[in-house]
C-alpha cells in the first residue's frame, strides 16, 4: 500500500518570503500522480498543484512550485512570495493511474502554513 | 464555480437518528465519488470508494452498516449515518473524479455533523 509522509506538522513563513513544504512517499508504482491540497478554514479542498510521475519537468502554477525527486520519492512543494491567503492546512496526495476504487486519494498528515507580517 | 456540491454543509442530529449526506458533480459525469472523514486538526481517512450503478467498495474499519452509501446517478452520491452517535460527529468531505484516466478529482464543500 501507498504511504505519504509530511514531517513538519507547523510551518511559518514572512509575507513575500518563500516556504518549502517537505512530503515523502513510498510506492512499488512506477507510474502515479502526487498532488498538494490546501485546505483554509473554510475546509474546502483546493487543488494547488498535480504532477504526472512520468513527466520529469517539475510542475509550476504561478507563485507554486514542486521539486519532484522520483528516485528520493520526494515531492516538495515551494510556495514564492507568501500572502496572508496562502495560511492554510496543506495536504500532500498519492493518486494511482488506475481507474475505479485504485484511483483513491492517499494523504499525509498534512501542514499547518501560517503567514505572518 | 464548485464543480462539486455536498449538502447540507452543516447538521445537527439527536442520538440514535440518520442523517443523510448528498454530494453531487454539477457539471460532469462521476462514475466515482469517494467519501471521507476528517476529524479536527488530522488528515482525510477514506471511509468508501462508491461505484455508479453498484455496491461501494468500504476501507477496513468503515461499518458498511453504519455508514450506507448510495451512487443512484451518475451526478449523486449520498452517504447516511445510521442511528447516529456522538462518536459519529465529525467532518465529511465527498469528492467525484472525472471518467477519465487523468481525471481530476474535485472535492466538495464538506458536511459538518454534530451528534448530540
Known amino acids: 500500500a501507498q504511504t505519504v509522509t509530511q514531517s513538519q506538522p507547523e510551518m511559518s513563513v514572512q509575507e513575500a518570503e518563500t516556504v518549502t513544504l517537505s512530503c515523502t512517499y513510498d510506492t512499488s508504482e512506477s507510474d502515479y500522480y502526487l498532488f498538494w491540497y490546501k485546505q483554509p478554514p473554510s475546509r474546502q479542498m483546493i487543488l494547488v498543484i498535480r504532477q504526472e510521475a512520468y513527466k520529469q519537468q517539475n510542475a509550476t502554477e504561478n507563485r507554486f512550485s514542486v521539486n519532484f525527486q522520483k528516485a528520493a520519492k520526494s515531492f516538495s512543494l515551494k510556495i514564492s512570495d507568501s500572502q496572508l491567503g496562502d495560511a492554510a492546512m496543506y495536504f500532500c496526495a498519492y493518486r494511482s493511474p488506475s481507474t475505479g476504487t485504485a484511483s483513491k486519494l492517499t494523504f499525509g498528515t498534512g501542514t499547518r502554513l501560517q503567514v505572518t507580517l | 464555480g464548485a464543480v462539486v456540491s455536498q449538502h447540507p454543509s452543516w447538521v445537527i442530529c439527536k442520538s440514535g437518528t440518520s442523517v443523510k449526506i448528498e454530494c453531487r458533480s454539477l457539471?460532469?459525469?462521476?462514475?466515482?465519488m469517494f467519501w471521507y472523514r476528517q476529524f479536527p486538526k488530522q488528515s482525510l481517512m477514506l471511509m468508501a470508494t462508491?461505484?455508479?450503478?453498484?455496491?461501494?467498495?468500504?476501507e477496513q474499519g468503515v461499518e458498511k452498516d453504519k455508514f450506507l452509501i448510495n451512487h443512484a446517478s451518475l451526478t449523486l452520491s449520498t452517504l447516511t449515518v445510521t442511528s447516529a452517535h456522538p462518536e459519529d460527529s465529525s467532518f465529511y468531505i465527498c469528492s467525484a473524479r472525472r471518467p477519465l484516466a487523468t481525471g481530476e478529482l474535485f472535492f466538495g464543500e464538506g458536511s459538518r455533523l454534530t451528534v448530540l
Open positions: 462508491s461505484n455508479e450503478g453498484s455496491k461501494a467498495t468500504y
Open positions: 457539471d460532469f459525469q462521476a462514475t466515482t
